[in-house]
């Protein structure tokens, strides 16, 4: 699917950041029609969340796990293996070449996309050079992006502060998708840098992961709605 082919509704990604599955299925249902794309992280996963990944593919909505997937090349082949079989569409996996091509292995003419994790955003210059990087922040993100693209890695995700640049460096084949996107005037929460969703779509980004603008809204159908509506506005 080129990125231009992707409808409004299923550029936005809703984060399923919820405690428990029951909720996570009832922010589901009351967001109906309204919303096509979900993300289940890790607390999710681990709260029984692949169940729910399963059951919400079986029904037609497309899955984003973000996994973070990264271990020994045997490892992330099998484990992309059994994530294929659930039936979603996105899967995380940090972008290390082995990490990558071992994935990219396991996905043998399934629908399942692969995007890479450049680097967490959590981290920063000094953060690499403690973990023993000789790269900064801005020099290790794109040296990974291009690694992925070599690859042949489907996307990225990345923070809406790098996808202009990322988009310029890799043009348009790759995925970009990118979360601490909120709408003018919701509550930034713990995000630092935030986009709305037209400058995050006007910047080149394919997919918005949104999480608490929406799940936390007094209407989450209706805050959904309004941000479907914005990124009409911008892809027009
Ligand atoms: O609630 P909010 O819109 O901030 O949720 C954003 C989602 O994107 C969360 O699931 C968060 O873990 C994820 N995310 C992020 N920043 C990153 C990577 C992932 O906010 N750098």
Do not use: C
């Not at 428990?20 to 794309?37: H, I, K, P, Q, Y």
């Not at 059951?55 to 973000?66: N, P, R, T, V």
Request: charged share 20%.
């Amino acid at each position: 699917m080129s990125a231009s082919s992707i409808t409004p509704r299923d550029r936005l990604i809703v984060a399923l950041d919820l405690p428990s599955v029951s909720e996570a299925r009832a922010m589901v249902e009351a967001l109906g029609d309204t919303v096509s794309f979900y993300k289940i992280g890790l607390e999710l996963t681990y709260g029984g969340g692949l169940s729910l990944a399963r059951e919400l593919a079986a029904q037609g909505k497309k899955i984003f796990l973000d996994l973070k997937l990264h271990d020994i090349p045997n490892t992330v082949t099998r484990a992309t293996a059994q994530v294929a079989e659930l039936g979603v569409n996105l899967l995380t996996i940090h972008a290390y070449p082995q990490t990558m091509k071992a994935a990219q292995a396991a996905l043998k003419g399934s629908p399942l996309r692969l995007l890479a994790v450049t680097v967490m955003t959590s981290y920063d210059d000094t953060d690499l050079a403690n973990a023993g990087y000789a790269f900064g922040v801005k020099d290790l993100v794109r040296r990974r992006a291009e690694q992925a693209r070599q690859a042949g890695i489907d996307g990225l995700i990345l923070s809406a502060e790098e996808v202009q640049e990322l988009r310029a460096q890799l043009g348009p084949q790759m995925l970009l998708v990118t979360p601490g996107i909120r709408p003018a005037g919701s509550d930034i929460g713990d995000q630092k840098r935030v986009m709305t969703p037209a400058q995050a779509i006007k910047a080149g980004a394919d997919h918005l992961v949104i999480g608490r603008p929406v799940t936390q809204a007094a209407d989450p159908r209706a805050a959904a709605s309004g941000i479907v509506k914005e990124i009409e506005g911008a892809v027009a």
